[in-house]
Each structure stands twice: as structure tokens, then as C-alpha cells.
């Protein structure tokens, strides 16, 4: 989908990947649409799936997700690694030069001085780990799963994390993190013992923000793991790029010496947990390309009407390192903008305000969205196969809205008193 001499268009793009994905990945989701890929084994074994774009600590988050471990042995990686591989990583393959993010370098008319220069090749985060004396045998005995993908073959996380899905081998449990983790010890235990404590287990998700970590101690949360956070709140975004899309946040925490945990009504996308019938009842969807935003008021959506509850877990045993732009790192929009001959985000931006439409058509938002608003406007592309990847007929979007006081039509988030005062089990 590169562009040559002329450049495409947006919409253009979108046709493109569009096409792709009927060609190539709906046939393999209609084989396997309302059934499990593989038999889920009943064993405690958890599958792990990483979306890693040019991330140096994935060594580090693998390490310490097995060298923390309960039982590594029942540890399974699908790892999604979106990297730079240099000038002529291997024969037949001229490469690319690598760039940074962008480097703040001073101050302007204040405002930060930013510049993208040239970098070597990118760490590789499963040569590190499976090189490693220690870790080799997890390599050997199949427990790491990889796609390896060029950088500019990027389509944002929510499509990396379908592909991770589809690298799941039939594990009991589905835990979705990100690649920068530090774990706690003993952490696939703890996490599985709180989902089971969970009173609508089997059909219960554990969903949180870890707190954050600066100073790396190579994939080990050292210090004792904090009280977990509710996620309580909701907004819709005022960025320009993000179109008044529902983001999710933290409220009223545990306080210590609760029971069990207890229901929130949203799913952070950088961690959850949940018994692996997730993946048959809330398939992730494989039409939504170049989405930074949207993915988690869908996920949430989404798994609430198919009958699935999300639980706050009581403590924190993972931490997650939080990055603002200010650290310079790469980007997955600034290869989108290379690889269209459009430096920036600006080119990324535009085919996301497209891609959003899907997920703002389910939500409800009648002024953009609805059918016959999408037809007007030329954009009946992004509906494509959007009756697969939608509502579950246990609740109604309807019921959720009420039930996490969310008003779509005046843009409103308010209190949700239930899920701040820790009511519902």
C-alpha cells in the first residue's frame, strides 16, 4: 500500500487494506467465527499477548514475565513484534534507514524544539530472551509464538493485537498486556486466583491501568504490588484527532480488605485477564487499522452485551511504564507518515478519524455515524463485516449506557456512583 511518485489518498488507502482483508483474513475468520481456533485446555495455563512496536524493553517484559512466574512452564507467548531491521537486514531486502521519534531538543517560542534523526537497527526483544541461557528452553519447547513485522507494515495496536489473538494455542486463560512491564512475583497465580474469586467467573475479566515505572530493574517489579485502581470514569476527548471519543479512566480505588473484587463498566486495553471463551464470544476485529483510540469503550461494549462482567483486580502485580512523548520513542504514526511521503502524524491522524467511524457507528453517535449518515458521506467502507464485531444479544447497548451513565448524543460522561463506591460484586 506504499505510495510511488503520486500520492494516495486516504480513502484510497482504506480501500486498499480493505480489500486485503477480505481477501485474507475474512475466509479464516468465517472458518472459525462462534468456536474456539483450538480446544480450550482446563490446565491454568495463560497465554500472553504482546503488540511490541520498536520497543527496546520486550527482553526485559519476557524475562520477568517467566523468571517471576509460578509456573513458567505453563507460560505462552504471541508476541507481535513491529520493528526497524536496518539497511539490508538479509539478502533480497534493501531495508530501510531507521529514525527516532521525535527528540525534544529545546525550547522554541515556547514550545518544545523537537527533530527525528537516524537510529541503528532496533533491539530484538525474542533474540535477547530466547539467546538467553536461562530462558532458551522456553524457546525450544514452542512457548514463544512471533510475527515479526517491518515497522512501516504497522497498522497500529488494535490491529497488532488481532494478530495476537490469532497466535493463542488454546490456553486456558487470555491475558492482553503491553510490551514494558515489570512483573510481581508470583503474578499468573495471584491474577488467576482473583479472576476465579470473581463472582460471575467463568464470565468475568480482570481489567486495570497498572501503575507506573520509570527506572527499569529488568522486567522485575521490586517493590510490593499497591491497591488496584476502578476504572470509574469517562470523558469524551476534545482532541482534535480523537473525534469525541469515549476515553476511559480511573476513579476510587480499593481501600484494603474487600472480599472479592468488584464489577467496573470498562476494559483498559493495555491489561486484562479472562478465561481464553473471550476470544469465541468478543473476536477481536480485524477492520480497524491505524485506531490509537476507540478500541477500549468497544472491548468494553462489546464483551458487557455478549454477558461477560469487568472486575477491578483487588491489587496491582504488574507495573506498566508509561511513556509521554518527551522520551523521544518511536511512533507507529511517524512510519505511517513515512511510508505515505507525509513526515508526521498528520497522514496517520486523517485515516484514523476515518477508522473511528466504525467504532462511533456502534456507540451510538447519531450526529456522524448512524448508517444512513456514513452512506451520505461516502463512507460505507468502514461498516464492512461490522455485524461480526459488534453487540452480544445477553444486554443491549442501551442497558450498558444507562448502566455506566454515559450520554452519547450530548457528549456527556457522568458519576457512576456504583462503580466508585465498590457495589457490585
Known amino acids: 500500500m506504499a505510495s510511488h511518485g503520486k500520492k494516495v489518498t486516504r480513502n484510497e488507502v482504506h480501500k486498499k487494506f480493505v480489500k486485503l482483508a477480505q481477501e485474507h483474513l475474512a475466509p479464516f475468520e468465517k472458518v472459525y467465527r462462534d468456536r474456539p481456533i483450538f480446544p480450550i485446555r482446563d490446565d491454568d495455563s495463560v497465554f500472553v499477548s504482546l503488540a511490541s512496536f520498536r520497543d527496546y524493553l520486550l527482553g526485559d517484559t519476557l524475562k520477568g514475565a517467566f523468571d517471576q512466574a509460578k509456573n513458567p512452564d505453563k507460560l505462552f507467548i504471541g508476541a507481535i513484534v513491529q520493528n526497524c531491521f536496518g539497511l539490508n537486514p538479509y539478502p533480497g531486502e534493501p531495508g530501510v534507514q531507521c529514525r527516532t521519534g521525535a527528540q525534544v531538543v529545546g525550547r522554541e517560542h515556547g514550545r518544545d524544539k523537537t527533530k527525528v534523526s537516524d537510529a541503528p537497527p532496533d533491539r530484538n526483544g525474542i533474540e535477547e530472551f530466547c539467546n538467553s541461557a536461562k530462558h532458551k528452553k522456553y524457546c525450544d519447547s514452542g512457548q514463544i509464538r512471533v510475527l ?76 510490593s504490588p499497591s491497591p488496584g485502581a476502578r476504572l470509574c470514569t469517562c470523558t469524551f476527548s476534545d482532541s482534535d484527532v480523537e473525534a469525541k471519543i469515549i476515553r476511559i479512566n480511573t476513579g476510587v480505588g480499593y481501600s484494603g480488605g474487600e472480599e472479592h473484587p468488584t464489577q467496573v463498566p470498562f476494559i483498559a486495553a493495555g491489561f486484562f485477564f479472562t478465561p481464553a471463551g473471550f476470544l469465541v464470544d468478543v473476536p477481536f476485529d480485524p477492520y480497524m487499522p491505524w485506531c490509537f483510540m476507540g478500541e477500549e469503550i468497544m472491548l468494553s461494549m462489546r464483551a458487557w452485551t455478549h454477558g461477560w462482567d469487568i472486575y477491578a483486580p483487588r491489587m496491582n502485580w504488574i507495573a506498566h511504564q508509561y511513556r509521554p512523548g518527551r522520551m523521544g520513542l518511536p511512533k507507529f504514526w511517524g512510519s505511517v507518515g ?88
Open 148 to 223: 515479526y513485522l517491518h515497522e512501516n507494515e504497522s497498522l497500529g495496536p488494535a490491529m497488532a493485537r488481532y494478530y495476537a489473538s490469532k497466535l493463542w494455542g488454546g490456553e486456558s486463560y487470555f491475558m492482553q498486556v503491553d510490551s514494558h512491564l515489570e512483573f510481581y512475583t508470583h503474578w499468573d497465580e495471584l491474577y488467576t486466583n482473583e479472576l476465579k474469586s470473581a463472582k460471575s467467573f467463568p464470565k468475568a475479566i480482570l481489567s486495570s491501568y497498572p501503575p507506573g515505572f520509570q527506572e527499569e530493574h529488568g522486567g522485575i517489579l521490586e517493590r
Open 338 to 425: 513515512r511510508l505515505f511521503g507525509r513526515p508526521g502524524p498528520g497522514f496517520s491522524n486523517q485515516l484514523q478519524l476515518r477508522l473511528i467511524k466504525r467504532v462511533k457507528h456502534l456507540v451510538g453517535y447519531k450526529d456522524c455515524c448512524s448508517k444512513e449518515k456514513l452512506l451520505q458521506d461516502g463512507d460505507e467502507l468502514v461498516l464492512t463485516d461490522v455485524e461480526h464485531y459488534g453487540f452480544g444479544e445477553a444486554r443491549s447497548r442501551k442497558e450498558y449506557l444507562k448502566w455506566a451513565s454515559i450520554d452519547v448524543d450530548a457528549n456527556r460522561c457522568h458519576p457512576i456512583q456504583w462503580c466508585n463506591k465498590g457495589e457490585l460484586l
